[in-house]
């Protein structure tokens, strides 16, 4: 097999750093004087949390963001010793652990009592970031138990187990700037951080904004915001593209045509035979399918070949899938790139694949299985010019 690279592949997620960087880089600034927290969750939402975090710490982020302590140990495993918050838990979670690895542990209700025992066992006080529930209904503490979670802080903060360095919340419509439960999911957070101080916590952080609410609401981002997608360069609006918010999309998915050939009118194409060619054509094997993390639900996506798009018809197979050229006339195109999407002019962006397949861009990048070698590039991600920066990471 030929070493993964970004100019010998077959199937691809080439990644570029700096685009990561970039997009860091415009956070830092919308967000300012709040901090930035890079969110590499789900292997950096498909990218590669190792790569993209340290990319991100380069660039000015001051904290990283994920949901399992597993992920952040994974991150202090490769030497990374920024500051780390981890914030979805079940009994079974090795606080002990995330304790050792100087990693803080958001804290919802239940888990505080455990990080307390934890904390107990290593000798050395935790630091927590209390999570209130502002609306989303899913982690957090409910505001009618607010005061008695607080209490709970105090009394273990008094004990020299814990200290809580911060209070947070999460936001469930700012994707949708319009709608007023973002107002209230700030009101009930700024309520939540003054009862939190009234009872005399020393908060380092208040923290609530995801992507869409960084973008669109300054008055949300008290000390830090916490970025996932936009780091990716990918756009939280429906209506907005990453060019129009300045952001840079950081993965190019891209393969080979692995077959090439005329068809008659008629022709079917793929499992079911949805779809049958109008007229004499071409038909392309793209050797990518849901095995890959496509989703099979995406035929009337398009990909780019040759600076033109076709369209991907019939259904997506697990290991390819095929698109129509529409002409009788195309040359052997086998071996040639093609691209599923990218941040370049010509090519589908993961938008547009998200929209086929009746989903959003955050699990367009996110589901591409580990069966697509990952590849950095430092800059000109789909252009030749790109400097390999390792492979694999
Ligand atoms: C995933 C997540 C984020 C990042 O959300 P984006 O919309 O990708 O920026 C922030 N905070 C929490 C609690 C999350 O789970």
Known sequence: MKPASSESFERQALIDLEAVRHNVRHFLEVAQPARVMAVVKADGYGHGAVPVAKAALEAGAAWLGVAHITEALALRAAGIDA????????PESDFTAA?????????SGWEIDHVAAAAKEVQRPARVHLKIDTGMGRNGCTPERWEELIGQATAYQEEGLLRVVGVFSHLAVADEPRRPETDEQIDRFRDAV?????????????????????????????????????????????????ADLKLRPAMTLRSRVANCKRVLQGQGVSYGLRY??????????????????????????????????????????????????????????????????????????????????????????????????????????????????????
């Open 99 to 107: 304790l050792t690895a100087n990693v803080d542990i958001g804290i």
């Open 276 to 393: 049958k060619t109008d007229a004499p054509s071409t038909l392309v094997l793209v050797p990518m399918g849901y095995g890959d993390g496509i989703p099979r639900t995406a035929s009337g996506a398009q990909v780019e070949i040759g600076g033109k798009r076709y369209d991907v018809v019939g259904r997506v197979a697990m290991d390819q899938f095929v698109v129509d050229l529409r002409t009788a006339e195309s040359p052997d195109l086998v071996g040639e790139e093609v691209t599923l999407f990218g941040p370049g002019e010509d090519a589908p962006g993961a938008e547009d694949w998200a929209a086929a397949a009746g989903t959003i861009n955050y699990e367009i990048v996110t589901r591409i299985s580990p069966r697509v070698p990952r590849v950095y590039v430092d800059g000109e991600a789909s252009n030749d010019g790109g400097v390999p920066a390792g492979s694999d990471a």
């Open 83 to 90: 500051p780390i918050l981890a914030w979805l838990h079940t």
């Open 194 to 242: 003054a009862l939190a101080e009234d009872a005399g916590l020393d908060l380092e952080v208040r923290h609530l904004a995801n992507t869409p609410g960084t973008l669109s609401r300054p008055d949300a981002h008290f000390d830090m915001v916490r970025v996932g997608l936009g780091i990716y360069g990918l756009s939280p609006f429906e209506n907005e593209r990453p």
